[in-house]
C-alpha cells in the first residue's frame, strides 16, 4: 500500500539504509529505486547509499538498480549526467570481478 508512511520511509531509505539491499541472483528483486530529479545535496547522499551496497555485495548476490525511462524526466542532459555519474560511482565501489548485466541476462 502506497501510504504517506509507507513512502516517507521509502525516501528514507533512498539516503539512508534502513536494511540491506542487495538479494541473492534468483530473488531478482529491485534493490534500489533510482530517484533522477532529486536537489543536489540529496542526490549526492542517494548515490552513496547506492555506491555502499555495491561496495557491500557478495558472491551471487545482485544489485538492481531500477528506473523506468519515464523518471528521467524532461532535462535529458543533466539526467544523462546523472546516468553516468551514478553507473561510475557503482563500477568503482563494486568488489573486484563484479558482473554487470541488464535484468533480461538474469531471468
Request: charged share 25%; no cysteine.
Amino acid at each position: 500500500a502506497q501510504t504517506p508512511t509507507v513512502r516517507a520511509l521509502r525516501l528514507a531509505d533512498a539516503f539512508g539504509p534502513l536494511g540491506r539491499r542487495a538479494y541473492p541472483a534468483e530473488a531478482h528483486r529491485a534493490s534500489h529505486f533510482v530517484r533522477w530529479g532529486l536537489p543536489a545535496p540529496l542526490w549526492r547522499l542517494h548515490t552513496r547509499r547506492i555506491a555502499r551496497d555495491a561496495a557491500r555485495l557478495r558472491d551471487g548476490e545482485v544489485l538492481h538498480l531500477w528506473w523506468p525511462p519515464h523518471t528521467l524526466g524532461d532535462r535529458p542532459a543533466e539526467r544523462v549526467a546523472r546516468v553516468d555519474e551514478l553507473l561510475e560511482r557503482v563500477t568503482a565501489a563494486a568488489p573486484p570481478g563484479t558482473t554487470f548485466a541488464p535484468m533480461s541476462a538474469l531471468a
